[in-house]
T-cell receptor
Framework: TQLLEQSPQFLSIQEGENLTVYCNSS?????LQWYRQEPGEGPVLLVT?????EVKKLKRLTFQFGDARKDSSLHITAAQPGDTGLYLC?????????????FGAGTTVTVRA | DADVTQTPRNRITKTGKRIMLECSQT?????MYWYRQDPGLGLRLIYY???????NKGEISDGYSVSRQAQAKFSLSLESAIPNQTALYFC???????????FGPGTRLTVL
């Protein structure tokens, strides 16, 4: 049983459309990270959120941490083929940092040109 | 040059063979991790080490062992490989007060 549930598992959209990926848990995390992984490579950090209700923007990507620090979302505006990849959320230690991460199963995003 | 390197990148072996996967890092981080990735299951922690003398089991350590030869090197061994250990294996590091982990490029292991 995974601590973090991601949805949807797969997402295929046309270039220019918007998309949202969700990461939910019944546990409270000290931080929540989003990684992107491309084929043949390891995951690469996109963002870390640590405060309940926090919103961070990275160009066309918007990340939100839930008020109770149990869930997060990733929204991509006007998706481009370069956004294609596996998106993984990862929770830091429960309640406080313990330098271990719990990963969700991932969302595979395909953006068609 | 990559900060976290893994060797080999691909390996095909037979059931019962002993296999070692190696990880090296130039980031100067104290903390190192080994994960396996399976479709639909995400990354699962096998072992982790917070310094050379500190090694801990993760959630799926059965059938695996590790060695922290130096701050920069962390090896994963499969003493007697079995087919359900076929997976992508990743090494990662982290350092300082942050949770952020930096991953190597992965090793694709196939056990026949």
């Amino acid at each position: 049983t995974q601590l973090l549930e991601q949805s949807p598992q797969f997402l295929s959209i046309q270039e220019g459309e918007n998309l949202t990926v969700y990461c939910n848990s019944s546990s409270v995390f000290s931080s929540l990270q989003w990684y992107r992984q491309e084929p043949g490579e390891g995951p690469v950090l996109l963002v870390t959120v640590v405060t309940g209700g926090e919103v961070k923007k990275l160009k066309r990507l918007t990340f939100q941490f839930g008020d109770a620090r149990k869930d997060s979302s990733l929204h991509i505006t006007a998706a481009q083929p370069g956004d294609t990849g596996l998106y993984l959320c990862a929770g830091g230690g429960l309640l406080r940092a313990d330098y271990k991460l719990s990963f969700g199963a991932g969302t595979t995003v395909t953006v068609r040109a | 040059d990559a900060d976290v390197t893994q060797t080999p990148r691909n390996r095909i072996t037979k059931t019962g063979k002993r296999i070692m996967l190696e990880c090296s890092q130039t980031k100067g981080h104290d903390r190192m991790y080994w994960y396996r990735q399976d479709p639909g299951l995400g990354l699962r922690l096998i072992y982790y080490s917070f310094d050379v003398k500190d090694i801990n089991k993760g959630e799926i350590s059965d059938g695996y062992s590790v060695s922290r030869q130096a701050q920069a090197k962390f090896s994963l061994s499969l003493e007697s490989a079995i087919p359900n250990q076929t997976a992508l294996y990743f090494c990662a590091t982290s350092g300082g007060g942050a949770d952020t982990q930096y991953f190597g490029p992965g090793t694709r292991l196939t056990v026949l």
